[in-house]
């Protein structure tokens, strides 16, 4: 246009007889005669016609870049728009999975994701996928994705069935029912496969391998360790010794895992009430019975100043001393150098699991204040400790460490079943201790 209007001005210039605009001054004076491109070129002078074929071809190319540039727009649409805050509807979370989530760098992508979620976007498409079938099959007038999405919000915030309700615009009764029914999936048809006893012996060198590296001590497959989830609500019992208050003073459940030296949990339990000592807990497990029954068979056994060293896990003093499970000389080292060093060693490799608890309930913080009924709680806590292995396994950033209270349990007393078991555990810890003295000495 600025072309054309110095075009404009260089016609009238050269010819102002055929100016294409009237003069004011003429039109005062005398009517003047249409300007038409046919005056133009009828003009007795050369100029009007110069001045057409110049605008005439500016004109052209102005229209050829305008179709161009709308032909290359439409061709490379811009990315959508961000999704609403506070949007929750099945329509904005198509769009946030379908649209958004590519429009996004991965790390970007992956980090909206465990905001949302609490895991990146690769392992909710695994969760989906697996569960997905089982979802189709209960017949839920929700998509599967939509409806894991929710589940996998409230357990990441700790949201109450009523605020994911408000903020679905869904019943209250209908979020329950949903986050039962996912929960109860990952926790049964999930567990077999992302949460197992090491048993294979790839598995099982690595794990005693990786243990090793920790502590110095050899074999050692497991730590094993318990702790309250917190129950949001008080339970309401005739009984007037409340069964699920915790030492720590509020109502829970008690959970007992077995992690590997990388934070992954192969053994979970949750059968016991918040007021149960730990050693019972374990006792009424069914890896207990299993150890003690020679269900499990683990091949890798080593030589140790003359005793067979099968693989076994370590735990503090609120476990018993077995065979399979190791446990300090004193909780106060008052014991020998041996003793002391071995004490140390072994809290060591216990703190891997006391870690493992930290991060369960760092990224699943619906375990810090359990806002679910008490008959469902234990699958809740179980859905979450494999989602916290599937995590785990896909090395998932870790959030920091949830802080439980420090322990103040007794010493656990050993049954009187359990005394072969414990006479050779004695046997076995006090070789382990003099020969892990003896090879730190004298390096």
């Known amino acids: 246009m600025a072309m054309l209007s110095h075009l404009l001005h260089l016609q009238n210039s050269l010819d102002p007889t055929s100016t294409i605009f009237s003069s004011s001054s003429s039109s005062s004076t005398s009517s003047p005669s249409p300007t038409t491109p046919s005056s133009l070129l009828s003009s007795s002078s050369a100029a009007p016609l110069l001045f057409f074929t110049l605008a005439s071809l500016l004109s052209f190319l102005s229209v050829s870049r305008s179709s161009s540039s709308t032909s290359s727009s439409s061709q490379s649409p811009s990315p959508p728009p961000p999704l609403p805050d506070g949007d929750y509807s099945v329509s904005a979370f198509r769009a946030l999975a379908n649209d958004h989530i590519w429009a996004l760098d991965a790390p970007l992508r992956d980090a909206r994701w465990r905001s949302l979620y609490g895991l990146s976007y690769p392992v909710f498409t695994t969760v989906v996928e697996k569960l997905q079938p089982f979802i189709a099959a209960s017949n839920l007038s929700l998509p599967a994705d939509y409806a894991v999405a929710m589940v996998l919000s409230r357990l990441a915030h700790g949201c109450s069935a009523k605020t994911l309700a408000s903020r679905y615009s869904l019943d209250p009764y209908l979020i329950s029912k949903i986050t039962n029914m996912v929960t109860r999936l990952l926790a049964t048809k999930l567990y077999p496969e992302f949460i197992k006893i090491p048993v294979g012996k790839r598995r099982l060198i690595e794990t005693t391998q990786g243990f090793e590296e920790l502590t110095s001590l050899p074999n050692i497959c497991g730590a094993i360790d318990s702790t309250p989830v917190k129950l949001r609500r008080r339970t309401k019992l005739n009984n007037p010794r409340n069964i699920y208050n915790s030492r720590y003073g509020y109502d829970a459940v008690l959970l007992q895992v077995v992690a590997d030296h990388k934070k992954i949990f192969w053994d979970v339990c949750v059968k016991a009430p918040g007021g149960e000592e730990d050693s019972s807990h374990f006792r009424d497990s069914l890896l207990y019975k299993r150890l003690t029954s020679g269900d499990i068979v683990w091949e890798k056994v080593i030589n140790v100043r003359g005793h067979h060293v099968r693989p076994y896990i370590v735990g503090d003093w609120c476990y018993p001393l077995l065979s399979f499970l190791m446990t300090p000389f004193s909780p106060d080292g008052a014991g020998s150098p041996p003793e002391n060093l071995f004490d140390g060693m072994l809290m060591k490799g216990r703190s891997v699991v006391v870690e493992a608890i930290g991060l369960l309930k760092a990224r699943w913080k619906i375990l810090q204040s359990l806002n679910v009924g008490v008959n469902h709680a234990p699958q809740t806590i179980v859905a979450c400790c494999v989602l916290h292995n599937l995590c785990q396994v896909a090395r998932e950033p870790e959030p ?41 000495s004298s390096r």
């Open 400 to 440: 920091e460490l949830w802080k439980d209270p420090d322990e103040a349990g007794s010493p656990a007393r050993v049954l009187e079943s359990e005394r072969q078991f414990y006479y050779y555990g004695q046997s076995l810890r006090q070789a382990l201790a003099d020969d892990l003295h003896q090879r730190l």
